[in-house]
């Protein structure tokens, strides 16, 4: 059982950089290699929509058109804590923000994702 624990959302203003981190944890304790992992989001009255998502060893990496040049996927050396950082936000990018992953290749459809986090909120004001 793979569990996953989003943190640092919060509220900030148009224009402004936020990062949200997202730490996987099994629990028994293997590595979390060979895992993909990604970033989707929920804004009020939507459906949830991809955001960024990267393979295991980060060397691939996939955004929405909305956020390519503005978020930046990544992920740690151990490959257990994944980050999204966030820089020119708008009011458009105000949501719940997920973190999931899969074992297996990356993906950009959330279906393919197995596991998911409690999520994060993020509000930008204007």
């Known amino acids: 059982q793979v569990q996953l624990v989003e943190s640092g959302g919060g509220t900030v203003q148009a224009g402004d950089s936020l990062r949200v981190s997202c730490a996987a944890s099994?629990?028994?304790?293997?590595?979390?290699?060979?895992?993909?992992m990604g970033w989707f989001r929920q804004a009020p009255g939507k459906e949830r929509e991809f955001v960024a998502s990267v393979n295991w060893n980060a060397v691939t990496t996939h955004y929405a058109d909305s956020v390519k040049g503005r978020f930046t996927i990544s992920r740690d050396s151990n490959a257990d804590t994944m980050f999204l950082l966030m820089s020119s936000l708008t009011p458009e990018d105000t949501a719940v923000y997920y973190c999931?992953?899969?074992?297996?290749?990356?993906?950009?459809?959330?279906?393919?994702?197995?596991?998911w986090g409690q999520g994060t909120q993020v509000t930008v004001s204007s």
């Open positions: 999931a992953a899969r074992r297996g290749p990356v993906s950009t459809d959330q279906r393919d994702y197995v596991f």
């Open positions: 099994t629990e028994s304790g293997h590595t979390f290699n060979y895992y993909a």
